[in-house]
């Protein structure tokens, strides 16, 4: 069955570096999120992309934040300038969209580590 | 915006008996509800959803009810194996046709007692 992968599984960065998660949606799928989960806490919506930009962006995707597809398989999330709050695991999903309802497929996440 | 909340935040069952686990939510306009089991170090695998048009649906043991109503959904695991110990979220969405965000629940850690 065909997978989310996720990049690096694990990441640790000193406060104030950049850092760039990645992420191979189903090759298919046309709809990319990313969601953050801090330690014990739930899942939080992050971004939503489609079509080359992003379609809804909560409050937790500041200017720190952006995502690109830079190819036609590669989503990417890049954090300018990391906080020790930035420390998460970080999913990323896609779906095809369209008729058909079909779920939202997550990866495995990154787990980001701010020193 | 949505929110959804869910209890029990813990949960230990018996193996072999069944466990049911609760969420609500707010936005009347939420048309699909989905719940996803993540293990240790995994991401959230889907494993059941529902749609607003049905009031119940079945997958082997497991089993989902909906309340649109009450604006209540349910989880109902029968016969639970150790392999069911985990930790579920339900989740809230209004469908558009895939752009969309999923509104989570706060999880339950489901131990299976051998």
């Known amino acids: 069955e065909p997978e989310v992968t996720q990049t690096p599984s694990h990441q640790v960065t000193q406060m104030g570096q950049e850092v760039i998660l990645r992420c191979v949606p189903i090759s298919n799928h046309l709809y990319f999120y990313w969601y953050r989960q801090i330690l014990g806490q739930k899942v939080e919506f992050l971004v939503s992309f489609y079509n080359n930009e992003i379609s809804e962006k909560s409050e937790i995707f500041d200017d720190q934040f952006s995502v690109e597809r830079p190819d036609g398989s590669n989503f990417t999330l890049k954090i300018r300038s990391t906080k020790l709050e930035d420390s998460a695991m970080y999913f990323c999903?896609?779906?095809?969209?369209?008729?058909?309802?079909?779920?939202?497929?997550f990866g495995d996440g990154t787990r980001l580590s701010i020193l | 915006g949505e929110n959804v909340e869910q209890h029990p935040s813990t949960l230990s069952v018996q193996e072999g008996d069944s466990a049911v686990i609760k969420c609500t939510y707010s936005d009347s306009a939420s048309n699909y509800f989905p719940w996803y089991k993540q293990e240790l170090g995994k991401g959230p695998q889907l494993i059941i959803d529902i749609r607003s048009n049905v009031g119940e649906k079945k997958d082997q043991r497991i089993a989902v009810t909906l309340n649109k109503t009450a604006k209540h959904f349910s989880l109902h695991i029968t016969e639970t194996q150790p392999e069911d110990s985990a930790v579920y979220f339900c989740a809230a969405i209004l469908r558009d046709f895939g752009n969309e965000k999923l509104t989570f629940g706060t999880g339950t850690r489901l131990t299976i007692i051998p």
């Open positions: 999903a896609s779906t095809p969209g369209g008729v058909g309802n079909q779920p939202q497929h």
